[in-house]
């Protein structure tokens, strides 16, 4: 069976319809965050390679163009890191010869060290960097990085990338209780910030089931204190209000929801009986919850969901 390498497009806090372009195999990252949704990396490595063919990415991507009546962004981001893939700069190149759509791309940074992976990214509109850790002990707590990666290196390597890049730049920060949140840290992360100087810093937190049951997110109140000492151009990633839903996403809310309310099930059997990504179905999940119609059960390993 082919690879799905488009999932959306499916509402998104930061980037209203987004269609999520995906073009790494299930998780493989450089990166093992404590938060993760997808769950724990499958293979860690630095290793950029060849590895979906470029033809049929693009051709999945023209034909949910032609189909979709709205999409605001054409993002990379889903299974893993997606600058892994060595295809990722002409695949942006190529998005740009057929379509008006802005291309985002969602990145852990960790590879903006390499001038290739920096110039591979430079005909994107909107480049979200994360960065959780500005010492390389809370690196190595919440992200759980490949054993080559320094945080230093990394930081000078996305202070590069804005000096290079034109388009819009913003940090994500993902903040963890007990992780990365201290008063020390905090003041070592302004720090990074302001020698960055990206668009636009987003604060977020933990939202959907993490990969550790330790990850646990900040309340409202405490996001604020962060975010008035990070300080100007910071902003807590709000949520996407659901009014903005197409009628097809408005569909897809209720089959989901349908599908809960008959019996408890995991995102992997939504994903495989709708044919649809899993990163899409989590984006609905998340929805679900934060609107109260559901709740998420733990069996035997496996999260679970069913009506609240
Ligand atoms: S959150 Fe992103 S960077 Fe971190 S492990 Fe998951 S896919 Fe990798």
Redesign the pocket.
Known sequence: MKKSHIYGPVPSRRLGLSLGVDIIPFKV?T???I??Q?GP?TKKTTEIKDYFSKKEIISQIKKRINTASRIDYITFSGS??PTLNSKIGPLIKEIKKFTDIPVAVLT?STLLTKKKVRESLKEADLVVPSLDAATQDVFENI?RPHPSLKIKRIIEGIKKFREEFKGDLRLEIILVKGINDSDSHIKALRQAVNEIKPDKVQLNTVIRPPSEKYAHPLTRKEMEKIKNAIGKNCEIVAHFKRKGLTPEEENLHNIILDMICRRPVTVEDISGSLGRHKNEILKYIDMLKREGKIKAVTYENNDYYEPK
């Open positions: 990252c990166l093992d965050c938060y993760c997808l990396t893993g890191e852990n992200n």
